[in-house]
């Protein structure tokens, strides 16, 4: 936990004393954010480019420096903060949360919502007020780019927990037992199922595929997204009903193990 906490650190004491990323995001009005977006239709790899196109576009994040970012909140140091945190919850709070009822986690989940939701407000007040921005330039004061940043990482993992233990309810409750099941089926081979994501969004939007890149709005991601999540819902549920491992998990369970494993 004191691991944790001095990494979690890094963001609010990085962004003070590092800087702000200086990007040129978001664009100042409409007519320059639709001039980017013909840009990127006319010219990104992602849009008109061939797979070796795509390749070279993301070969300098290629492997991914868990550290680059380091003073921002979607830097990998966070993400190793919340690993951290899981760890020492599943310990520690794993045990205690089996034993309260389900009023108690009811009561959990609602403050953890009702104090990250307001916090999020909060942090969303300093942003229209104050000039502060927590992924690009802020023309806020130092201290009140501190106060937004400790605002903006209290909120997320008081969210976290709100996701985390509100899920926990569902899963002692009695409602919507089938999609329930069908989630923990899409759980059992997440790695399968996020290589097929991957997979299928990358053939839909980029260029080697149908190009969709830049030209679907938000709503008909958001749409497309939760089609094919509710597909591989029902796809993961069939399959685990035939099947120990996902095809996969089974794949890298056999190398772990070096033998090949039962599938059936």
């Not at 497309?224 to 069939?238: E, S």
Request: charged share 15%; proline share 3%.
């Amino acid at each position: 936990m004191c691991v944790g906490v001095v990494l979690s650190l890094s963001f609010p004491l990085g962004h003070l004393f590092g800087g702000d990323r200086g990007d040129e995001w978001p664009p100042e009005d409409r007519d320059e954010a639709i001039e980017w977006l013909e840009d990127d239709l006319a010219h990104s790899p992602l849009s008109i480019g061939y797979f070796a196109d795509v390749l070279d576009y993301h070969r300098e994040n290629i492997p991914e420096l868990f550290w680059a970012d380091w003073q921002y909140p979607d830097s990998g140091l966070l993400v190793l903060t919340f690993f951290l945190c899981g760890v020492y919850f599943m310990r520690v709070g794993w045990s205690r949360l089996q034993t309260l009822s389900m009023s108690s986690c009811f009561r959990m989940a609602a403050s953890c919502w009702l104090a990250g939701l307001l916090l999020m407000g909060i942090e969303r007040y300093l942003a229209a007020t104050m000039g502060y921005q927590v992924f690009s330039k802020s023309t806020a004061s130092a201290l009140w780019v501190l106060v937004g940043d400790v605002v903006y990482l209290c909120a997320t993992l008081l969210l976290t927990g709100a996701w985390f233990v509100s899920v926990w309810c569902w899963t002692r409750s009695h409602r919507f037992i089938a999609l329930r099941a069908r989630v923990a089926s899409a759980g059992r081979v997440s790695l399968s199922a996020y290589l097929s994501q991957t997979l299928i969004f990358t053939t839909v939007f980029y260029g080697y595929g149908l190009g969709k890149a830049f030209q679907w709005g938000p709503f008909a991601v958001c749409c497309f997204a939760v089609m094919v999540y509710l597909a591989q819902l029902m796809i993961c549920h069939w399959w685990c009903q035939r099947f120990r491992l996902g095809p996969m998990e089974w794949l890298w369970r056999s190398l772990t193990n070096l033998r090949w494993e039962s599938i059936r």
